[in-house]
């Protein structure tokens, strides 16, 4: 599976070195058999169930899941996609984040919707950090390769995984309109909740950083699901959400009565400490898209290869060719994208990197995950009928792909953030005029498309209502000087002239390539059977 993609094993391989792609050879041939499959289908089919009270009447809030789940978890543990890359990174890896970017990609071919557990624990650590005790106290069990599920301390797990807890019903986007309330306890940084939270993914997880108005103003907490004694804290579980997709996952709404918690950074600095934790996810968000793109038209690619219509193979027919190839110039796009941003995160210590990061993500995010829903039907529809069936497995991939645009910063927001950074941090955009700025000269579409986005930068300034176009456009200029920088001519070519041109309507299948690069871009697209 890995290696069948040939653009993620370029953009591996130039961040990261080629052992890195030899290492994960074995994870994408697992994400590929039948067997991992038929889990991700059964896993999706038999719906987690919520379990408010044993046959006693004790109030237990547990989620029931087929053992399907418990499959595709354990092995996504085992492959430390989740946080072991920040203990690797410590312990001085240098491509820690890659190697685990390009993992959580390939393993997404399975189900994406267990992603959603396995992201959130990546991501809490770099949030946990703030407090030296509360990141020594979870950061090994996030970061161990033993899935141990089930409610117990964490003192007696051989692994942990992580949640989080903002949107409350009045509002996810505007976390300062949160209304749970943090008290204060005698003892010193402990509190007690008391509220609700409206969406809280994988309530089973062990802990959850949440947000709450503590005296001092909103706060992040440390939540954990067992107290030390190891009885249950009070999160109970009021319904577990019927969503458009994602449904193998849990996503519980919750009511806080009481509830321990422990603060995590200063009263009044919750916003502050929780969005290392959403960066984080933002990341994934980025990557899980971009695999959503990737098996769709692995899908696709295979399919139009093996049947035939009209007198030939459909892969044969020109305005087939031109809508593969155009599929697989969006997702080398978002590939060579999501995997730049993991290499930002293993340079963190760079400034360059730190100040790429905080503007890629954001216009990553809106860009990507924006393109995505478009993308699957494009590759849906190339299976005719039989991918609008549940048996391709395209259906589930349809209902998840609007997803990753929804959570974590909807696209609105994200742009809105491109802004906040552009104005608050100017080290940012000279990162982007830097990283753009490295592939001057190796397209004339592209100089011009960067030229035109400065431009359009000086005159809507910090105008909101130019938010999404602003972000659109450096978000493809940043795929373009990749491209440009690292595809193959043909890719380049095909999206400096659609996507940087100036009357781009997004339609797939309407490249201007001659006939023999549409042929060589197409077969970049086809999965090789090994
Ligand atoms: C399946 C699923 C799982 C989830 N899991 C979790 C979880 O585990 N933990 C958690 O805390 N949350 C979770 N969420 C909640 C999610 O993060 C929020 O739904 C999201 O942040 C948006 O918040 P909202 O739903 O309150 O929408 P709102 O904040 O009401 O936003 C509605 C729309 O308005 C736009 N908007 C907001 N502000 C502005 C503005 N200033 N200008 C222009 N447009 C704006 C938004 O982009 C959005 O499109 C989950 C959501 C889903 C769908």
Redesign the pocket.
């Known amino acids: 599976m890995v290696t069948s993609d040939r653009a993620l094993v370029e953009a591996v391989t130039r961040h990261a070195g080629a052992s890195v792609v030899d290492d994960l050879v074995e994870l994408g041939g697992q994400a590929g058999t039948a067997e991992a499959r038929e889990h991700g289908r059964l896993a999706n089919r038999h719906e987690p169930e919520l379990a408010t009270y044993d046959r006693y009447g004790n109030r237990i809030d547990e989620v029931v899941f087929h053992p399907s789940w418990h499959w595709l978890m354990e092995r996504a543990v085992g492959h430390g996609l989740q946080a072991a890359p920040w203990e690797q990174q410590e312990e001085g890896s240098t491509a820690a984040h890659v190697r685990r970017a390009a993992g959580f990609m390939a393993w997404s071919h399975t189900d994406p919707a267990h992603g959603c557990p396995i992201s959130m624990t990546y991501a809490a650590v770099p949030a946990l950090r703030v407090d030296e005790t509360l990141a020594k106290e979870w950061t090994p069990a996030l970061a161990a390769t033993a899935y141990d599920p089930g409610i117990r301390p964490v003192s007696q797990k051989r692994g942990a995984l992580a949640?989080?807890?903002?949107?409350e019903k009045q509002?996810?986007?505007?976390v300062r309109a949160n209304v749970t309330e943090a008290r204060p306890t005698p003892v010193e940084g402990e509190y007690t909740l008391h509220g609700h939270?409206w969406?809280?993914?994988a309530p089973m997880n062990d802990v959850f950083l949440v947000l709450a108005q503590a005296p001092g103003g909103l706060t992040c907490f440390v939540v954990p699901r067992a107290l030390p004694d190891g009885t249950r804290n009070l999160l109970d579980i009021t319904r577990l959400?019927d969503?458009l997709g994602?449904r193998a996952n849990a996503?519980a709404e919750l009511e806080l009565e009481g509830t321990h918690a422990v603060r995590l950074g200063d009263e009044g600095r919750g916003v502050r400490t929780i969005i290392e934790m959403v960066a984080a996810t933002r990341l994934d968000c980025v990557l899980g898209s971009t695999a959503l793109m990737r098996h769709t038209l692995n899908e696709a690619a295979w399919h139009v290869a093996h049947r035939s219509a009209f007198g030939g193979p459909l892969l044969d027919k020109p305005l087939m060719q031109n809508v593969i190839a155009d599929l697989q110039v969006e997702t080398e796009a978002a590939t060579a994208l999501a995997i730049r941003l993991a290499a930002a995160v293993d340079a963190s210590a760079d400034p360059h990197e730190a100040a790429l990061r905080r503007i890629a993500l954001p216009l990553a995010k809106f860009w990507v995950c924006k393109r995505t829903p478009g993308f699957v039907a494009e590759a849906l529809e190339c299976l005719g009928g039989n991918g609008y069936v549940e048996d391709s497995g395209l259906p589930l991939r349809y209902r998840e792909a609007p997803?990753n645009s929804?959570?974590?910063?909807?696209?609105?927001?994200n742009a809105?953030d491109v802004l906040r950074a552009l104005g608050r941090e100017p080290e940012v955009l000279s990162a982007w005029i830097t990283e753009v700025g490295h592939a001057r000269g190796g397209d004339a579409r592209l100089d011009r498309a960067i030229d035109d986005t400065l431009e359009l930068l000086g005159e809507s300034g910090e105008a909101?209502v130019a938010a999404r176009r602003l972000a659109g456009r450096m978000a493809a200029c940043l795929q373009g000087a990749l491209l440009v920088r690292f595809a193959p001519h043909e890719v380049a070519d095909a999206f400096c002239a659609s996507r940087l041109g100036t009357t781009y309507d997004g339609t797939y299948g309407t490249l201007t390539s001659s006939a023999s690069d549409l042929r060589a871009i197409v077969e970049r697209a086809t999965p090789v059977v090994s």
């Open positions: 949640g989080m807890g903002m949107t509002g996810g986007s505007d939270k969406f809280t993914s959400k969503k994602n996503s997803l929804v959570w974590e910063g909807s696209g609105n927001v809105l909101e």
